[in-house]
């Protein structure tokens, strides 16, 4: 037997989950706190800068998703398999 603490397959998951849900409340609500400021200081009230930038926050969270989840799709990104030891 491995004397080595692995880790289940479904609490990795949960922590890809849990941290992917943070940076989508996180950078989403920045976005929309930005969008926001610059609509009354800048803007003369319109509503599309906090679109923009409520967008924008989305499309960072989302982009930070695709790399938790998919890891491989980062370019430069080498993965090797281990050999097995008998």
Known sequence: MSTENKIPSEDILAQKWDRTLSNFVVKTGL???VG???SA???KKRSWPIAVA???GFGVAY???Q???H???IPGA???KEKPTA
């Open 63 to 65: 982009a930070d998703a």
């Open 78 to 80: 080498k993965f090797e």
């Open 54 to 56: 409520g967008g924008w």
């Open 36 to 38: 926001i400021v610059a």
């Open 41 to 43: 200081l800048l803007f």
């Open 71 to 73: 890891p491989s799709n």
């Open 67 to 69: 790399r938790i989840f």
């Open 31 to 33: 976005g929309l706190s």
